[in-house]
């Protein structure tokens, strides 16, 4: 199954637009000038080591818990940082191939690796709490709840952990296509149920505690002659906003259901692979080919596209300070306004391919290259101080 997932991706990459045949052969749209009407500085920088993470398209982003900022490395280090200085805490090094985490709660830290082991440490100290060993792959960040320590993994399982041993509780199963793409959405944790897509581009629901199916709903059915064509990921996490689910997949839909059932209220077709923001008023989405789009959240409709980067392999879109913020794989980030999509400012890094969206923390954005090079970022009005 392994060999089947990085082929998949491999085909990916060379033909995600393989729909269009003209696409082929078009390079990455090209930076145009403009003047930008909000200014960005990187407040600081962190390496946690990022090994061939590069190349093999990890899910591996920072998080925010209690003022700290915790990164994992590919290469096996964890650290925790001061979130407005960057500022070392501590750091432990685990030895092991780090591929999917962070995740914080419940005074843990909880990181999984390419060969399936999953590692939780103390939040504050970093010592190591517990090791176990799940079944495939780990390339999205565990939830943490009081209880149960929820792991998606490649070979199409969820698994319920207990938090205070890491033993299992709990495991469910959903079929794995033969050809699929390389990465999986995170779990969701809403009230007493776990919500989480899968490869055949079903989303399900289980209950917390006992990992029982509450509902099964398929989003994106799978159809066309080859395995390319049949492809329909839901790679991303799902949203949960209230009683409503948002989720999207690969050349499938973009949809939402009610989260007591999974009944499916709208959908629209969409292709995506890098996920969703929601806000009050809109679903903002990143399409296959890297133009992004903001959806009316009460029923699917378009409200503006910006086409300014196709091809360039744009992350998932995230909201910070009022601005829509997306990386893409030369090191750039770019922030639009959320109304219209319009641009107002560009940055680049300086250390990589940003293939994980960005995330929000407070007045910062903290960005993690594939490099292994975590920034903060803060964006202010043009002439503030």
């Known amino acids: 199954m392994q060999t089947y997932r990085i082929i998949g991706w491999i085909l990916i990459a060379i033909l995600v637009a393989a729909c269009d045949k003209e696409k082929d052969v078009l390079p990455p749209a090209e930076l145009v000038k403009f003047d930008?009407?909000?200014?960005?500085?990187?407040?600081?920088?962190?390496?946690?080591?990022?090994?061939?993470?590069?190349?093999?398209?990890?899910?591996?982003?920072?998080?925010?818990?209690?003022?700290?900022?915790?990164?994992?490395?590919?290469?096996?280090?964890?650290k925790a940082l001061e979130l407005d200085s960057g500022r070392e805490l501590w750091r432990a090094e685990t030895g092991l191939r780090l591929s999917g985490g962070p995740a914080v709660g419940s005074g843990l830290v909880v990181t999984g690796t390419s060969e399936g082991d999953v590692v939780a440490l103390?939040?504050?100290?970093?010592?190591?709490?517990?090791?176990?060993?799940?079944?495939?792959?780990?390339?999205?960040?565990?939830?943490?709840?009081?209880?149960?320590?929820?792991?998606?993994?490649?070979?199409?399982?969820?698994?319920?952990l207990r938090r205070d041993n890491g033993t299992e509780i709990w495991s469910y199963e959903q079929q794995v296509p033969r050809l699929t793409l390389r990465g999986n959405g995170a779990p969701v944790v809403a009230g007493d149920m776990v919500v989480a897509?899968?490869?055949?581009?079903?989303?399900?629901?289980?209950?917390?505690?006992?990992?029982?199916?509450?509902?099964?709903?398929?989003?994106?059915?799978?159809?066309?002659?080859?395995?390319?064509?049949?492809?329909?990921?839901?790679?991303?996490?799902?949203?949960?906003?209230?009683?409503?689910?948002?989720?999207?997949?690969?050349?499938?839909?973009?949809?939402?259901?009610?989260?007591?059932?999974?009944?499916?209220?709208?959908?629209?077709?969409?292709?995506?692979?890098?996920?969703?923001?929601?806000?009050?008023d809109a679903l903002y989405a990143t399409t296959a080919d890297s133009a992004v789009v903001a959806l009316r959240r009460r029923d699917g409709t378009e409200i503006w596209r910006q086409e300014q980067f196709l091809r360039r392999s744009l992350t998932g879109p995230s909201l910070s300070g009022g601005t829509l913020v997306v990386g893409d794989f030369d090191g750039y980030l770019h922030w639009l306004d959320p109304a219209t999509g319009k641009l107002l400012a560009r940055a680049k890094s300086g250390g990589g391919r940003i293939s994980n969206a960005p995330v929000p923390a407070g007045a910062f954005l903290l960005i993690q290259t594939d490099a292994g090079d975590v920034q903060a970022w803060r964006a202010d009005a043009l002439g503030a101080g």
């Open 36 to 78: 930008a009407t909000i200014r960005t500085d990187q407040v600081w920088s962190s390496d946690v080591g990022g090994g061939d993470g590069d190349v093999l398209r990890l899910g591996l982003q920072p998080v925010l818990a209690d003022g700290r900022v915790y990164v994992a490395g590919h290469d096996g280090d964890l």
């Open 197 to 280: 897509g899968f490869d055949n581009g079903r989303v399900v629901a289980l209950a917390l505690a006992s990992g029982d199916l509450l509902w099964n709903t398929t989003v994106a059915p799978s159809k066309g002659k080859t395995e390319i064509e049949r492809l329909v990921d839901i790679d991303s996490p799902v949203r949960v906003v209230g009683p409503d689910v948002f989720v999207v997949g690969y050349q499938g839909r973009i949809a939402m259901l009610a989260l007591d059932s999974g009944q499916i209220w709208w959908s629209r077709e969409l292709s995506s692979y890098r996920g969703l923001a929601v806000d009050d």
């Open 122 to 160: 103390d939040a504050q100290t970093g010592a190591e709490v517990w090791r176990a060993r799940t079944g495939g792959e780990v390339l999205a960040a565990p939830v943490i709840t009081t209880e149960v320590v929820v792991v998606r993994t490649v070979d199409g399982r969820l698994r319920g």
